[in-house]
């Protein structure tokens, strides 16, 4: 019966595909092109959960004539779901798939800046006839909403995207309530090595995807680019020329990739780490600016010659700002790469099978792209090391932290 929901669910966003991703656009700011991406991946990412309501099963342990034992897999009850601005409705999607697969009920909070998709999508969820009381949405501000949610006495579980400072205030609010589980997906600094071996065509167009792609808001963007001596001067070129011509701009143009940022904030924060990257004496190769007067658009924005302590080096800045950086040996590259708290994602660039499965191995990131970018699959895990988050979402690993084990064990009498 769940899968049976879910997929008239996922009939139904499919039906919708095109106003979802006009809302998208249109409270987020994202290109029309990525959103409908966005809305692609949620209608497959929602049958996929479908497929897999009657596969979570139990086991059974043989452990001698006088006992049958056996091990269910429960829900864990009233799941909280806490969701930010810059995918809204993937995110949406990445929480309530396996909640809902695995039984369990659950209260998810909007981004108080991006609730309309999630809301328009609620609407479905009610047409897709799940019982009342299973899917209950609520939009509210992260200080008053958020908090209920993460304190709540009767809430088993809190699941998280967002910033790492919210994520660990959050975690501390689950722990003093009532031990709730908590998951967490947080922020990034991704690394994107290239090797001098590499296809250049190719990599530049990951690097751009790597951290254009949703106006650079994206948690695991790949905004510390690593590039080894022989190719440097030619990937600086090629990078250049690319930002150079991405079409930037009012997110219904069906030409545009860039579109603008989310809010006025967002905005500051990133123009302030631009002016940050130039005292700190960052090569600025291009970008570096507001793009108009009007909008929050920012120019793609590239800077070379940065020492790995500077701020725009460690810190995150969540748009369309990346640095470069030169090494010389592979081990160098690792190193560099690891020279992080965060551990969300990294890219391998390179031709050579040896360097790219020996680097995928000793880089540390919940997941590693190797010859592509920003590549997601339904049944792909994706998570974090480090301080980028706690627990998995998709693949079969998200199933894990929405069920819990319960041993049966029984004497038998011989
Ligand atoms: P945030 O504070 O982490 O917000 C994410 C979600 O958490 C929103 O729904 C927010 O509600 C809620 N929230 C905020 N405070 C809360 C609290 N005390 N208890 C429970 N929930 C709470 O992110 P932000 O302030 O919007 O953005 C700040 C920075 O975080 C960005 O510049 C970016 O660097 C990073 N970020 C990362 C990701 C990611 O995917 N890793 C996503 C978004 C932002 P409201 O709607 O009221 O804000
Ligand atoms: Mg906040």
């Given at each position: 019966?769940?899968?049976?929901?879910?997929?008239?669910?996922?009939d139904?966003?499919?039906?919708?595909?095109d106003?979802?991703?006009?809302?998208?656009?249109?409270?987020?700011?994202?290109?029309?092109?990525?959103?409908?991406g966005?809305v692609?991946?949620v209608?497959?990412?929602?049958?996929?959960?479908?497929?897999?309501?009657?596969?979570?099963?139990?086991?059974?342990?043989?452990t001698?004539?006088?006992?049958?034992?056996?091990?269910?897999?429960?829900?864990?009850g009233?799941?909280?779901?806490?969701?930010?601005?810059?995918?809204?409705?993937l995110?949406w999607?990445?929480?309530?798939?396996?909640?809902?697969?695995?039984?369990?009920?659950?209260?998810?909070?909007?981004?108080?800046?991006?609730?309309?998709?999630?809301?328009?999508?609620?609407?479905?969820?009610?047409?897709?006839?799940?019982?009342?009381?299973?899917?209950?949405?609520?939009?509210?501000?992260?200080k008053?909403?958020?908090?209920?949610?993460?304190?709540?006495?009767?809430?088993?579980?809190?699941?998280?995207?967002?910033?790492?400072?919210?994520g660990?205030?959050?975690?501390?609010?689950?722990?003093?309530?009532?031990?709730k589980?908590?998951?967490?997906?947080?922020?990034?600094?991704?690394?994107?090595?290239?090797?001098?071996?590499?296809?250049?065509?190719?990599?530049?167009q990951?690097?751009?995807?790597?951290?254009?792609?949703?106006?650079?808001e994206?948690?695991?963007?790949?905004?510390?680019?690593?590039?080894?001596?022989?190719?440097?001067?030619?990937?600086?070129?090629?990078?250049?020329?690319?930002a150079?011509?991405?079409?930037?701009?009012?997110?219904?143009?069906?030409?545009?990739?860039?579109?603008?940022?989310?809010?006025?904030?967002?905005?500051?924060?990133?123009?302030?780490?631009v002016?940050?990257?130039?005292?700190?004496g960052?090569?600025?190769?291009?970008?570096?600016?507001?793009?108009?007067e009007?909008?929050?658009?920012?120019?793609p924005?590239?800077?070379?010659?940065?020492k790995e302590d500077?701020?725009?080096?460690?810190?995150?800045?969540?748009?369309p700002v990346?640095?470069?950086?030169?090494?010389?040996?592979?081990?160098?590259?690792?190193k560099?790469?690891?020279?992080?708290?965060?551990?969300?994602?990294?890219?391998i660039?390179?031709?050579?099978?040896n360097?790219?499965?020996?680097?995928?191995?000793?880089?540390?990131?919940?997941?590693?792209w190797?010859?592509?970018?920003?590549?997601?699959?339904?049944?792909?895990?994706?998570?974090?090391?480090?301080?980028?988050?706690?627990?998995?979402?998709m693949?079969v690993?998200?199933?894990?932290?929405?069920?819990?084990?319960?041993?049966?064990?029984?004497?038998?009498?011989?």
């Open positions: 019966v769940r899968g049976g929901y879910l997929n008239k669910l996922a139904l966003l499919y039906e919708h595909r106003i979802l991703a006009s809302i998208e656009s249109l409270d987020n700011g994202k290109a029309i092109q990525l959103a409908r966005d692609d991946l209608i497959r990412y929602i049958r996929s959960c479908a497929g897999w309501a009657d596969k979570v099963t139990g086991s059974v342990v043989e001698g004539r006088d006992h049958f034992t056996y091990v269910r897999r429960e829900p864990l009233v799941c909280g779901q806490i969701i930010p601005w810059n995918f809204p409705l995110m999607s990445w929480k309530i798939g396996p909640a809902l697969a695995t039984g369990n009920t659950l209260v998810l909070k909007t981004a108080e800046s991006t609730p309309l998709s999630a809301l328009y999508a609620s609407k479905l969820v009610k047409e897709a006839g799940f019982p009342a009381g299973v899917y209950n949405v609520v939009s509210g501000f992260g008053i909403t958020g908090e209920a949610i993460a304190t709540h006495q009767k809430i088993k579980k809190v699941a998280f995207t967002g910033s790492t400072a919210t660990r205030h959050i975690m501390k609010a689950a722990a003093e309530s009532n031990l589980k908590v998951t967490l997906e947080l922020g990034g600094k991704s690394p994107n090595i290239i090797f001098d071996d590499a296809d250049v065509k190719k990599t530049v990951n690097l751009v995807l790597g951290i254009f792609y949703n106006s650079g994206v948690c695991c963007a790949g905004s510390r680019i690593y590039v080894q001596e022989g190719i440097y001067d030619e990937i600086i070129r090629e990078f250049k020329a690319a150079e011509t991405l079409k930037v701009g009012n997110p219904f143009d069906e030409e545009v990739f860039q579109g603008a940022q989310t809010s006025q904030q967002q905005l500051d924060k990133i123009l302030g780490y002016d940050i990257g130039k005292k700190e960052a090569t600025l190769v291009t970008g570096g600016e507001r793009l108009g009007t909008g929050y658009f920012v120019k924005t590239i800077f070379a010659d940065v500077m701020r725009i080096v460690k810190e995150e800045i969540f748009g990346v640095t470069v950086s030169k090494f010389s040996t592979k081990e160098e590259a690792i560099l790469a690891n020279d992080s708290e965060y551990g969300l994602a990294a890219g660039h390179t031709t050579n099978v360097t790219a499965h020996d680097v995928a191995a000793q880089v540390r990131a919940g997941t590693v190797v010859n592509t970018y920003n590549d997601f699959h339904p049944m792909v895990p994706f998570g974090g090391y480090g301080q980028s988050g706690i627990g998995r979402e693949g690993e998200a199933l894990e932290n929405y069920t819990q084990y319960k041993a049966v064990r029984m004497g038998i009498t011989i």
